[in-house]
């Protein structure tokens, strides 16, 4: 199969996903539910042979679970397209409307962003999810899974597909790669793909951003903050950094750095240490850390670090200023909190922190789609164009401008024969 | 002086700048207009200077007037400057407040994207415009204007950043760049800049986007079209398309090609050549178009070719899709115009073609940040991502998740020990 020719149809076919109205897609994403329930045994046994295999070749207990789809995760995923189906249209959202003149109005409507190429991790509920949010927001969708789900990939594939096209989307609005080696030639596709939405380690994040002339939305890194501050409610605190911390290690929003303020600094850090070696995290710190707790070194390279493991690294300072300086310079621009019980010193920090994401009194971990109420998410953008944070509907649309006259030329408003009136509607 | 320390510099003052109240920053803004028309007289004396310095260069009659910064352009400029003053501030806007369960509160914020870099053409005016709409959107901001304006420029910038300090704006939030040597050490500045804008001719603006990894926000081309539907009233088409092409011939906006249905083709298009040829316009025609009209011939390539000049290419389509699909396939998705009675026709036009701008009935002219409201603009993208179209104060904005809690963590939620009940404030 040439990619390139495969991508060019799915092209050709984002105008007529954009025309669909918003029964059509609901009833799409109706069908692709009933038929995932439909055929749940074809899937199953897809899966149970994409796990055998798995564990043939070894692959760590953590990937094993995230690749399993089983009677709940079809649960999980059929109840999410309900919601969807619920969820306001996010297209022909009408956000400006303004006479310019007699007879020349003008209309922002909001309209799909075209064809969206996904590339993620093996895990195959991710598949169906976003296959949901680009039916829903109009979308032409390219995917890409990880290859331990190959075989899981392509029935969910097939199953969606087919549903999708009965009810009638467009005949290549859906497109799935399997091999690795079409992602370069997915990467070559400018101009066919609107945007690429690469879901994966830092180090794969980068290397897509660095071979292609196709927008990409993805987060580099999630090296994330939390601050105890001086009037800090200690009590409240612990739970806070053991929850961001250990609650899902390999989270892009688990907690890596901490930094504590200096005056409550004697006080709290043995106690934490204490806490932490108790769930089976290795704290890492400055000397003055050290000195306190009896902690491992952290260097300036631990700053930067983002550990996905049960390490986290710990630093007094001096002010809440030098917490924020600390966060911009080294943090990835995610998500940081501040636990403090004035209110003054919370707003200070996050007005200056410039992250996605800038919490008081609570975990990291909440930085998630599903947990902002967003339904579904395709993934969380540390970039500030665009979307920024969780991504769900409202980052898969873009908008055009309506402009209705009657013969109207800007000849006549250049010579002053006629001027615009600006009138919102 | 080394750049890279410059810009790093500007980095650090963003947290700052988008910390300024509305006050502070409209202050800012009126003392910087102030200011111009206080020493207005050492801008025209270094403005005199560029100019003659253009004119014996031989510098080509359009860049020369272009050049001109007289009192004409100063009171434009100050007049700007008091639109932007009395628009609505565009930072902290709450775009969403939700309460995600009890004490735990959701909100959406809009703040400046932070460090923006603009590279444009030898026009004076747009640097004050430019670091006007900066400053009320609270974003820093680094310059470099074209070199023929560089004594302009450079008065201009002593003035705007002098007026701007002393109200209270941050020590580093502005920087000129002068050598044309030191575009490239900025594409190097990943990291410190939040978004390039560069503005000039498509070549130079791929050139941008090829060579840094800092986000870019430009339009790549102005292929404009105009469709002539069998509908179109045939006295208010030929006045539209005239103002379309030649009111100015080098804007992106201007139509570089014309679509026009067969079943009026016969009629119209000799008289539509007539009035071509009258005001100076060329015309090339595909062979059928020849036949009518005696045109030059134009091939595939005039298909894809941004004349800005005094030349348009003529084809003549079977039907509406035909026109469609025409411009989705050679179009740079800018403006795009159908000319018809019959407002299915247009619904179906407008909904199907992939442009920022999508018109009836009026000149494709119009798609200007000033024509529809905005009071200025930075520049006009042909992207689909974050700003679509001309570009003011909302595409210099980005947004900020705040979440408020009292100690909540994510386990209690994994556990079924919490729900989230998702209320909008």
Do not use: W
Request: glycine content about 8%; hydrophobic content about 40%.
């Amino acid at each position: 199969m040439e990619i390139r020719e495969e991508v060019r149809k799915v092209k050709a076919a984002a105008p007529q996903m954009a025309a669909l109205s918003e029964t059509q897609r609901n009833q799409a994403l109706q069908a692709v539910s009933d038929a995932l329930a439909a055929r749940k045994e074809e899937i199953f046994a897809a899966n149970e042979e994409d796990r055998r295999q798995a564990e043939k070749e070894g692959i760590a207990a953590p990937v094993l679970k995230r690749l399993k789809f089983d009677e709940g995760k079809l649960h999980d995923v059929t109840e999410g397209i309900r919601d969807l189906i619920g969820l306001k249209d996010p297209l022909r959202q009408t956000q400006l409307a303004r006479e310019l003149d007699e007879g020349l109005t003008l209309y922002r409507v909001t309209c799909p962003i075209g064809v969206i190429g996904v590339i993620f991790e093996a895990r195959p509920d991710a598949l169906v999810q976003i296959s949901a949010l680009c039916i829903k927001s109009g979308n032409c969708v390219i995917l890409k899974g990880g290859s331990e789900a190959l075989r899981t990939n392509k029935i969910l594939f097939q199953i969606i597909q087919k549903a999708a096209l009965e009810a009638g989307l467009p005949e290549h609005s859906m497109l799935l790669l399997e091999a690795r080696s079409e992602i370069s030639e997915l990467l070559d596709c400018y101009g066919y793909v609107d945007l690429l939405i690469p879901r994966g380690s830092n180090q794969f994040v980068q290397y897509i951003m660095n071979h292609t002339r196709i927008p990409v939305m993805g987060h580099a890194d999630g090296i994330c903050h939390i601050y105890v501050d001086k009037e800090a409610d200690l009590k409240k605190a612990i739970p806070v950094i053991l929850d961001a911390k250990t609650q899902y290690v390999s989270a892009c929003n688990a907690v890596e750095t901490l930094l504590i303020h200096r005056a409550i600094a004697e006080k709290f850090l043995p106690e934490l240490a204490k806490e932490l070696k108790a769930h089976g995290v290795e704290l890492k710190g400055t000397r003055e850390v050290q000195e306190l707790t009896g902690c491992v070194e952290a260097t300036e390279e631990d700053n930067r670090k983002e550990y996905l493991d049960y390490i986290v690294s710990a630093k007094i300072v001096d002010s809440i200023q030098e917490a924020i300086d600390h966060i911009n310079t080294y943090g990835s621009h995610h998500t940081d909190c501040i636990l403090t019980e004035d209110s003054g010193a919370a707003e200070e920090f996050m007005m200056l922190v410039d992250s996605a994401g800038v919490y008081q009194n609570c975990s990291t971990r909440f930085a998630d789609g599903y947990r902002y109420g967003f339904g579904a998410e395709v993934g969380i953008s540390t970039g500030k164009l665009h979307a920024r944070g969780p991504v769900g509907l409202e980052g898969l649309v873009s908008y055009k401008y309506k402009l209705f006259g009657n013969g109207h030329v800007v000849g006549d408003y250049a010579s002053g024969k006629r001027t615009f009136h600006f009138k919102d509607l």
